[in-house]
């Protein structure tokens, strides 16, 4: 049994975000990119975080505050930007 995924959808952590934070896939849609970032987040992944910000407001670097904590996410709705299956 694997960590379920900080991201809240319910999933392990294996079948959801890590797929997209270890560069295997793309998030296939606004949703999973959003909460893949969130994990990235939770994570601490900075390249990930950078990779998938968009270049005109992307930083050059990225540096998260220790100590920083995380609640969760939480996605009320989505419309055309469904989830995939898993
Ligand atoms: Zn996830």
């Known amino acids: 049994m694997s960590d ?28 999973t990119l959003m ?5 990235a987040y939770v994570r601490r992944n900075v390249p990930y975080l950078l990779a998938t910000w968009h270049p005109s407001t992307r930083p050059k670097s990225l540096a998260l ?5 995380w609640q969760g996410l939480g996605v009320p709705a989505t419309a055309k930007g469904g989830g995939r299956t898993i």
Request: with cysteine.
């Open 35 to 39: 909460r893949s970032r969130y994990t």
């Open 65 to 69: 505050a220790e100590g920083l904590g």
């Open 4 to 31: 379920l995924c900080p991201c809240g959808s319910g999933h392990g952590y294996e079948r959801c975000c890590c797929p997209f934070l270890d560069g295997r896939d793309p998030a296939p849609t606004a949703e």
